[in-house]
């Protein structure tokens, strides 16, 4: 039992914010890795050193290297610490949200409350564990912007150190705005907040205006300093990125940009905060669903447990006055917001790689939810239940986003082993070529980096040695046709690949089944003939002899791919398309007698074909036959490779599996 002058004050918040934090995104945190641009960014960090990020930006975001050399020359490379750094940057970011808009508003402290639970939450953006590359490029620079906002309204409130601490304010706004255009539109977001407090004071309209463009005054010369410096930057000839899209049709400008305003207020706004609830209902009852379930509702009742004490000695207020400012600003913060994206041609997807836009819109968003609250639950039961339902719905999302990033983590973690296992050394100058690679969040551009950690250790630039290229980047004009013997050059930052088109090997990294090189020598355009048309002709110019298969296999470090996982089907399938290649047939059938002996067998009936090829060879053609027909009856697309592979042991057979008429 809680004694009864328990209280709960102020100085819990953080405590709570804490707590948050570890139930919404820690609870995975030994499960998630590195994903999309990490993977380029970290071992630009292992091979090149954290220096190399100033050359490496120089003509992307030239002045966001250095946040990069910073935490780089702070952390290691390796998937736990940026996870757990991840933890530490949400749960100050949250505080700073807190802080800042509690020197604005120190009179409306409930409120101020609910923007700091809604920033630490804020469902509609997912990528948080996407730390290495969002902790840089957006995360630290979004709370020097936070914190300058609060120093305004430090300024504002106290009037002590006016000089120094507006010096200090217009030092954090251009720490937030310079390194990265996300938050270049943001800032007459500040001139309504410094508006918002001369406008409680008992001064005429036009008082009250003046004196919030004077104050302003020193901050809009910096944002406009940021503006012709991206102006400049962007003309210059040296930028290397997102062009801007929206100037190439001024005959739909208005229109166009009216319809992302209204897209972006309904997913960053609205629906983004309750979205949980249909992808819940979707993915019952799937056990990461349940636990995200689990997870909402304790932090429900935590919260409204801490809100009920809290208001023990806070007294609970509202105003509608406040409200209405606060949804008004929260819709300007959201539109605005999504100019830099918009501009740039980007799409605002929820649940994607492109809802990291939503950072930028974060403020506006939070700042609307908590008005909205305010104006539609007068009541204080009602507005805490309320809150805490919303804020633990978000905690909800976040399980529920961690939970995906583990499966994109397992399965990135697969293919790196079975290449592992397949692959054992890679002759320099090879180009990996691959369809679309299906995993969530990874492309050819992010693998090429983890390709190059295994199979490069000693590295050493500028050369790189490996590249993964998908065939869709073909016959773009910036590769050449897909055909045998042609140069193919790739810049990765700050290096570059120089190789052939014939210096290649194809895989497949299929969702489902093992991964898979392939080979013309064993009929492999026949095989897969789901592939798309280049990909069945890239299969012709593949040449798996650039495979060191006498190499022992590469060394992946655990903090960095994660332990090797448990031996499965796919081992074993690797290990036997690699002694096949070698012409080992007993060794093939030595290991499918273990695969089979443990009970695992194929989800591709594909990756029987190994096995049936050296059944024939080594005199178990009726093991090879029964096999083939049943791999034939679970996939008639088979038909064409499997009487390939019958007419390569005994080309004289016409009556073979697959070559019946």
């Not at 890795?33 to 954290?50: I, L, S």
């Not at 979004?142 to 609060?150: A, D, E, T, V």
């Not at 008992?202 to 302003?216: E, H, I, L, P, R």
Request: glycine residues 6%; neutral net charge; hydrophobic residues 50%.
């Amino acid at each position: 039992m809680l004694p009864l002058n328990f209280r709960i004050t102020e100085r819990a918040i953080p405590w709570l914010f804490a707590l948050l934090v570890v139930l919404a995104y820690g609870l995975l945190l030994f499960e998630t890795g590195f994903y999309w641009d990490d993977w380029p960014f970290v071992w630009t960090a292992a091979f090149m050193g954290p220096a190399s990020f100033i050359d490496s930006f120089l003509k992307v975001r030239p002045l966001l290297g250095p946040i990069f050399m910073f935490t780089t020359s702070l952390l290691p490379e390796n998937t736990l610490a940026w996870q757990a750094f991840a933890l530490v940057i949400r749960f100050v970011i949250s505080l700073a949200a807190w802080w800042a808009f509690r020197q604005l508003w120190p009179q409306h402290p409930w409120q101020t409350l609910m923007i700091g639970l809604a920033f630490l939450v804020f469902p509609p953006y997912s990528q948080h564990w996407v730390a290495f590359t969002h902790i840089n490029q957006e995360l630290i620079p979004f709370i020097f912007y936070l914190l300058s906002l609060g120093m305004t309204g430090l300024v504002l409130r106290s009037g002590i150190h006016p000089l120094r601490r507006t010096t200090l304010a217009l030092l954090l706004l251009a720490l937030g705005v310079f390194p990265t255009e996300y938050f270049l539109t943001l800032e007459p977001l500040r001139f309504l907040f410094i508006y918002s407090v001369f406008n409680e004071r008992n001064t005429d309209f036009k008082t009250k205006v003046y004196q919030s463009a004077k104050t302003w005054l020193p901050y809009m010369f910096v944002w406009l300093a940021n503006g012709a410096w991206l102006y400049f930057f962007y003309n210059s000839g040296l930028y290397r990125n997102y062009d801007v899209e929206v100037t190439r049709d001024t005959s739909t400008l208005l229109a166009g940009f009216a319809q992302n305003a209204m897209e972006a207020v309904y997913a960053a706004g609205l629906y983004g905060w309750v979205q949980f609830i249909p992808l819940a209902l979707q993915s019952l009852p799937a056990p990461s669903t349940l636990l995200a379930l689990g997870v909402a509702g304790s932090s429900f009742f935590i919260l409204l447990f801490f809100l009920f004490q809290y208001q023990r000695n806070q007294p609970f207020s509202s105003s509608s006055g406040w409200a209405w400012q606060a949804i008004s600003m929260g819709l300007f913060g959201i539109i605005i917001g999504r100019v830099p994206s918009w501009a740039a041609g980007l799409p605002l997807t929820l649940q994607s790689s492109f809802d990291r836009f939503t950072v930028s819109m974060m403020i506006g968003a939070c700042l609307l939810v908590a008005g909205l609250l305010t104006l539609l639950f007068r009541n204080n039961r009602l507005w805490i239940v309320t809150a805490s339902l919303l804020v633990a719905l978000g905690v909800g999302q976040q399980v529920f986003n961690a939970n995906i990033f583990r499966r994109d983590w397992e399965r990135q973690r697969s293919i790196y082993w079975q290449l592992a296992w397949r692959v054992p050394a890679l002759q320099p100058g090879t180009i990996l070529l691959t369809d679309e690679l299906e995993i969530d969040y990874e492309t050819d551009y992010s693998i090429t980096a983890p390709i190059n950690w295994m199979y490069a250790p000693d590295f050493v630039p500028p050369q790189l040695p490996y590249v993964v290229l998908s065939e869709s980047r073909f016959n773009t004009g910036r590769l050449p046709a897909l055909q045998p013997d042609l140069p193919v050059y790739f810049a990765y930052r700050p290096v570059r690949f120089d190789g052939n088109t014939s210096q290649s090997i194809v895989f497949l990294a299929p969702r489902v089944g093992c991964v898979k090189v392939l080979d013309p020598a064993f009929d492999d355009h026949l095989v897969h003939r789901q592939l798309s048309a280049g990909m069945r002709q890239a299969v012709q110019f593949s040449d798996p002899s650039r495979i060191d298969i006498s190499a022992p296999p590469p060394s992946l470090p655990d903090g960095v791919f994660g332990s090797e996982p448990p031996l499965s089907w796919c081992y074993y399938y690797e290990k036997a398309d690699l002694a096949r290649q070698q012409g080992d047939w007993p060794q093939v059938t030595a290991l499918a007698e273990q695969a089979v002996g443990q009970g695992f067998a194929p989800s591709d009936p594909t990756e029987w074909l190994p096995f049936i090829e050296a059944w024939a060879r080594t005199g178990q053609t009726e093991k090879a036959i029964l096999v083939s027909q049943q791999a034939l009856e679970d996939k008639p697309a088979l038909k064409n490779g499997l009487c390939a592979l019958w007419q390569r042991v005994d080309p004289g057979q016409t009556n073979s599996p697959g070559c019946e008429p």
